[in-house]
């Protein structure tokens, strides 16, 4: 949607190698709201989106703040919740159609705010280009709240929750199998490892504690990947990444 072209392993990087308070680009931004969506409660406090809208490059005006203040009202009808999601990411985009990826962000939160869910998860962005997002003969892009939106919210609800559930079995099993070998490290600084890689997305061979220094931290992941229990993510010879 932005035309960019960082895929994963750049995101990754853009994450995870950068000073603290260095800038992250475009494309690290985005991948941060997304990861304040799914490490955040359930929710739409009006300065935790305010910083999001941040993020996506979008500015606060009244229009957006009259968009939350309804969206109260809009977590309190009784219709189901797929269909709320989708009304509250259509009125946003009417009222501030330069907003589509806060669009797609607040659909998700008001999702879980209205399941009840502990944590909101990201289902909807990740299948913007699916067909069911697609109308028309050229196949064009369904806006929020243009026609066929509300249907095809639903459909890739279905889908994208589909595909979490699996992804969510194998990280169970590879988690679980972290845990397996856990009494078998002994290196001091071991237990913050395995509770970072099962809390995380990946850790850097290059992490160190006052417990492990850089180079028991790069001997322990060698053996944590020896044993099946975590993968190497980057594909490199240096600057290595490890998660399950």
């Known amino acids: 949607m932005l035309g960019r072209t960082e895929e994963e392993p750049a995101l990754r990087d853009a994450q995870l190698f950068r000073a603290a308070g260095d800038d992250p680009g475009p494309a690290g931004k985005v ?114 709240g243009g026609e066929g939106w509300g249907r095809a919210v639903l459909v890739v609800y279905a889908q994208a929750a589909a595909e979490a559930c699996d992804l969510g079995a194998d990280l169970g099993r590879r988690a679980a199998r972290v845990l397996e070998v856990a009494p078998k490290l002994r290196a001091k600084g071991s237990a913050e490892v395995v509770k970072l890689l099962l809390d995380d997305d990946v850790l850097p061979a290059s992490w160190s504690s006052a417990k492990l220094s850089e180079r028991g931290a790069r001997r322990l992941f060698e053996r944590l990947q020896d044993l099946g229990a975590v993968r190497e993510l980057s594909g490199r010879p240096t600057f290595r990444l490890y998660g399950l």
Do not use: C
């Open 31 to 144: 991948l941060l709201a997304w990861r304040r969506l799914a490490g955040r409660s359930t929710g739409l406090e009006r300065e935790a989106i305010r910083s999001v809208a941040d993020l996506l490059d979008v500015k606060w005006d009244e229009a957006l703040g009259d968009v939350l203040a309804n969206a109260e009202d809009l977590a309190g009808s009784p219709r189901p919740a797929p269909v709320v999601a989708a009304e509250l990411g259509a009125e946003l985009y009417r009222a501030r159609p330069d907003a589509e990826l806060l669009a797609f962000w607040l659909a998700d939160a008001m999702l879980a705010q209205k399941l009840r869910w502990p944590v909101p998860v990201p289902l909807l962005m990740g299948h913007v280009a699916s067909s069911a997002f697609k109308t028309g003969a050229p196949r064009r892009r369904i806006r929020p």
